[in-house]
């Protein structure tokens, strides 16, 4: 909102359980708005239908109006019509002085009346408050006139949240109003991971000649909430940094395990099976085998949702962001799967920790975090980042022996500088990276020829990008890279690069 | 590569939603606009275009060559639908009401001149209308109660304003003083009213 619409505000805006309470005697029979598709609403069945629907809000609406203004429509009718009616008089024309004058009424049609608030009340009923990403859930809203004035022209334009996508029919309507009476439009939106919630609807009312206007905010809140399933996923390699609990991770630490690391002269009290019986059988002196510790690591794993962050390789892609939640969901069950303490964390304007856990509780809470937290919205946030201060309380938070698994789409400098000095502060870093820049191959690139395949642009930002891996890992970070590829398949690749 | 920036999900007021709309939310504005029709809806332009058209027949009764001029009018009303120009629809009312002039100047009669103005004046707002609707609503919306509303309106107005002038005329003409002062009188108010 800009500052001279918050000059229009009106100090008077009517509060909302005035309305609400008048709710009672809507009684008449003449609601239900009959358009011109012949569909019409009838009023006496509302109650019953929301007893029944789970997905429905029982919120009063709240109203806030802005001042009306003028539309400037019928602007220099008078002068057109006094021009006529002069001309008229002057040839001796009755038939033009009649236009003019009959102008003339155009130009008292456009003073006439003034643009009311819309005062509405809004259902908005869900089909599913709670769907798996990629449903389409249907949205069907109910504007009733709770006001004394008819709404001659009225406007509606619902407010979905950003992260939806609306995939059939507008959300809008418009249409005219008697007091008491409704209408209903329905629309369905796409459900994508995350916690949507609906904003401001807005209520465009004009006068009858359309010359005044006024906007009317309405809010009422309705929620869908969408927590899309962990996928398990791809095994992935962590580097040496471990705790001392035992767990999977093979260290360069000599004791019990499966794997050979080294032989020591035998102590006593070693145990039997692992002394070296064939050294014993060569020279006569006895051994003892070492082999790998394998411990559990804690890991954090830190998702870039700046605003940068934000980028889609197509207009209509998923966001980086997205596929790191994605990715990051995958190596969350896989590693607490296999015993290690696994954290989530946020590099964003929105604050995001959920300290590295185990067990089934924490699964959940993980789960939710991914899927729900506002710092990792389908859409960026609008507070600012600021990266000093978020890179003292992550370290802060940060437990001195925890690795970071740093999902990024590196697509400016600051992750690279970020993963650099988590590095050097001694917690090991793996960067794993959704390519943003990667060129769609095969399919749909044939399909839709040279148009987002390889502009200047994106040429350059994968340059660019190709150069900050190799920065990455010249300073010894490890970094997998998935684009076209599946994630799993990328660290299935990566796992026969790093094998030791 | 698309960046996705929350400045985009600040919608304008009346111009949009939050940026939701189809794809509004991912790519850029052009996509949103893409997906969304913006075009007036199919009512408002037919209507219109009866509107302009019964304009144009009414003024070549009139007057052939008003008429002629009104008859461009018809394209101007068309094209500003098609464009969604605002510009090109005034355009079109003023060849309109050029036309009207015209063919009052030429002598034509007063019915079929009052019966042009009001489907002018019909035909230009209903298409001004639909230009607003379908900005802020779009074409695949339900509009059809609004636009025939509004067009029932804008009609009713022209033809009371239209029928008080043409009685006020002929008891005029028909030589009945009193009753023409007392129209004249109504007619002076409503004058006095409009300027105020």
């Known amino acids: 909102m800009t500052a001279a619409e918050r000059d229009r505000v009106d100090s008077a805006a009517t509060p909302a359980d005035e309305t609400y309470a008048r709710d009672g005697d809507d009684g008449d029979g003449d609601g239900g708005e009959r358009d011109g598709d012949g569909d019409q609403r009838d009023e006496g069945g509302r109650d019953d239908a929301d007893e029944i629907d789970t997905g429905h809000d029982d919120h009063p609406t709240d ?143 004009r006068n009858a000649a359309g010359s005044r206007e006024r906007l009317t905010e309405l809010e009422t809140p309705t929620r869908l909430t969408c927590t899309p399933e962990l996928a398990a996923g791809g095994d992935l390699p962590l580097r040496g940094l471990t705790t001392v609990s035992h767990g999977r991770v093979p260290t360069d630490v000599g004791g019990s395990g499966v794997e050979f690391h080294a032989t020591r002269e035998y102590r006593r009290g070693d145990p039997l099976k692992r002394v070296d019986w064939n050294r014993r059988a060569r020279t006569g002196e006895l051994a003892t085998l070492e082999l790998r510790e394998e411990r559990a690591a804690t890991v954090v794993l830190l998702v870039d949702a700046r605003e940068a962050a934000y980028v889609a390789d197509r207009p209509d892609g998923d966001t980086a962001v997205e596929a790191s939640v994605e990715a990051a969901g995958a190596v969350f069950t896989a590693l607490l799967a ?64 925890a690795q970071v698994l740093f999902f990024t789409p590196l697509v400016d400098d600051v992750p690279v500088d970020t993963a650099r000095r988590l590095d050097a502060y001694g917690h090991l870093v793996t960067v794993l990276s959704p390519d943003t820049t990667a060129t769609r191959s095969s399919r749909l690139s044939s399909r839709l020829p040279s148009r987002s395949t390889s502009t200047p642009g994106r040429k350059l930002a994968a340059i660019e990008r190709r150069e900050r891996i190799r920065t990455l890992r010249g300073a010894g970070i490890r970094v997998v890279e998935w684009g076209d590829r599946s994630f799993p398949a990328a660290v299935a690749g990566a796992n026969g690069r790093w094998s030791r | 590569m698309v960046a996705v920036s929350a400045e985009r999900n600040r919608g304008s007021v009346t111009d949009g939603d939050r940026g939701a709309e189809a794809d509004g939310s991912r790519g850029p504005e052009a996509a949103e606009e893409r997906e969304r029709d913006a075009r007036p809806p199919t009512l408002a332009v037919v209507s219109s275009l009866v509107a302009a058209t019964v304009a144009t027949v009414a003024a070549l009764v009139a007057d052939p060559t008003g008429g002629a001029v009104v008859g461009a009018s018809v394209v101007c009303l068309a094209g500003g639908s098609l464009l969604g120009s605002a510009r090109v629809l005034s355009w079109g009312a003023a060849a309109g009401i050029g036309g009207i002039a015209l063919a009052a100047a030429f002598g034509g009669g007063a019915e079929p001149l009052l019966v042009a103005g009001v489907a002018l004046a019909v035909a230009w707002d209903v298409a001004d209308h639909g230009l607003s609707v379908g900005r802020q609503v779009g074409r695949k919306a339900r509009t059809r109660r609004n636009v025939a509303v509004h067009a029932g309106t804008t009609l009713l107005a022209g033809t009371i304003s239209a029928g008080v002038v043409y009685g ?29």
Not at chain 1, 170 to 180: D, E, K, M, N
């Open chain 1, 63 to 205: 109203r806030r109006a802005l001042r009306p203004f003028d539309t400037g429509r019928w602007v220099g009718v008078t002068g057109v019509a006094l021009t006529l009616v002069g001309l008229g008089v002057a040839l001796r024309q009755p038939g033009m002085v009649l236009v003019g004058a009959a102008a003339v009424g155009y130009g008292l049609y456009a003073r006439l009346g003034e643009a009311g608030e819309a005062v509405l009340e809004i259902d908005r009923e869900v089909s599913d408050p709670t769907p798996d990403p990629g449903d389409e859930v249907s949205v069907t809203v109910r504007a009733r006139n709770v006001g004394d004035a008819p709404c001659l022209d009225l406007r509606i334009v619902d407010g979905v949240p950003p992260g939806l996508e609306v995939v059939d029919g507008p959300a809008r309507v418009a249409t005219a109003l008697r007091p008491g009476a409704s209408v209903t439009f329905s629309y369905a939106v796409r459900a994508s991971r995350g916690d949507h919630e609906w904003g401001t609807t807005r209520a465009v009312v």
């Open chain 1, 338 to 401: 296999g015993g290690d303490r696994v954290g989530i964390a946020t590099m964003g304007p929105r604050d995001c920790w959920l300290p590295p856990g185990a067990g089934n509780d924490h699964a959940v809470r993980g789960r939710e975090t991914l899927a729900t937290d506002p710092a990792l919205a389908p859409t960026p946030s609008e507070d600012r980042f600021y990266r000093t201060l978020w890179r003292r309380r992550f370290r802060r938070r940060l437990p001195g022996d």
């Open chain 2, 168 to 196: 006020t005329y002929v008891v005029a003409a028909g030589g009945q003083p009193i009753a023409a002062l007392a129209l004249l009188c109504f007619g002076g108010v409503v004058l006095a009213s409009a300027f105020r």
